[in-house]
Nanobody
Framework: QVQLVESGGGLVQPGGSLRLSCAAS????????MGWHRQAPGKERELVASITSGGGRNYADSVKGRFTISRDSAKNTVYLQMNSLKPEDTAVYYC?????????????WGQGTQVTVSS
C-alpha cells in the first residue's frame, strides 16, 4: 500500500509559478514510478510528468520546458515545479504511484489538488 498526500495547488496568474508536492507513505525508492496527472473539466485525465525509481523523467509535450518533476528521497516526496503557467494548465492535479506487490503491479492515487490559472 502507498498513501499519497498532495499539496501546493491554488490560484495563480498567467505566467506565474506553483510547486506541487506529493508525500508518499513509504520510501520512494520502493516505488517504481511516481507521476503527476491532471484532469480539466470535460476532459480525460492525462499524464503531465513522471519519474522512475532510477531517476528517468518523462513529460507531456505541452509542459516540456515549463514543468520540472523532482524528488527528495529523505522526505519521500515528489515535486512538480510549474513555471510560465497558462490558462490551459487549469485542472485538478493528481499524484500517482506505481509499485509491485509480488507479481502484481498496483497504481495508487492521491486526492487531487486544484490548480487554477487565471487573471
Amino acid at each position: 500500500q502507498v498513501q499519497l498526500v498532495e499539496s501546493g495547488g491554488g490560484l495563480v496568474q498567467p505566467g506565474g509559478s506553483l510547486r506541487l508536492s506529493c508525500a508518499a507513505s513509504r520510501s520512494i525508492f520502493t516505488i517504481n514510478t511516481m507521476g503527476w496527472h491532471r484532469q480539466a473539466p470535460g476532459k480525460e485525465r492525462e499524464l503531465v510528468a513522471s519519474i522512475t525509481s532510477g531517476g528517468g523523467r518523462n513529460y507531456a509535450d505541452s509542459v516540456k520546458g515549463r514543468f520540472t518533476i523532482s524528488r527528495d528521497s529523505a522526505k519521500n516526496t515528489v515535486y512538480l515545479q510549474m513555471n510560465s503557467l497558462k490558462p490551459e494548465d487549469t485542472a485538478v492535479y493528481y499524484c500517482n504511484a506505481g509499485a509491485y506487490s509480488g507479481p502484481l503491479y498496483n497504481v495508487y492515487w492521491g486526492q487531487g489538488t486544484q490548480v487554477t490559472v487565471s487573471s
